[in-house]
């Protein structure tokens, strides 16, 4: 029998991982409290965030770190994150057209050029606060 949990390990590995996400997770509480200051917000129930394909974040740490962070402030607590995941698109500079980063990587499928540049996928936004 193969039994299936997500790691929950206390490894050096883990921590220095969570440790990206968890700084991360710091930056959207800070800037979701200035908001809620200027916008005179008693509660926020949700945050939905836009996270790169290749923005080497780790969904699941940041919703550790995430779940961990704001029962600590006020404003936020059980407040829910929810992530999407936004494509990674690389545009050749030789051919001009656009592709799938993850898929083909620095390698233009179209043309085999090396000159590429990625134009998406390595961001993460705020893209919607629900709150009162």
């Known amino acids: 029998m193969v039994l ?3 790691l929950r390990s206390n490894s050096p590995a883990r921590r220095e991982s969570n440790m990206h996400e968890l ?3 710091y ?3 800070d800037t979701l409290e ?18 790169g394909e290749v923005s080497a974040v ?3 740490y940041l919703t550790d770190c995430w779940n961990w962070a704001v ?4 404003l936020l607590k059980d407040a829910q994150m929810f992530v999407e ?9 030789n051919c001009e057209r656009e592709y799938g ?16 540049h990625l134009l998406m996928g390595n961001e993460i936004n705020i893209k919607q606060i629900e709150a009162c």
């Not at 029962?71 to 006020?74: L, T, V």
């Not at 980063?101 to 233009?108: D, K, L, P, Q, Y």
């Open 27 to 29: 930056h959207i509480i």
């Open 4 to 6: 299936s949990r997500p």
């Open 101 to 116: 980063t993850v898929e083909h990587g620095r390698i233009c499928p179209h043309c085999g050029s090396e000159k590429t």
């Open 58 to 60: 780790i969904p699941e």
């Open 71 to 74: 029962k600590k402030k006020d």
């Open 34 to 51: 200035e908001v809620g200051r200027e916008n005179a917000l008693t509660s926020i129930q949700s945050v939905t965030i836009e996270l």
């Open 85 to 93: 995941t936004l494509p990674a698109v690389t545009l050749c500079r």
């Open 23 to 25: 700084g991360i997770v």
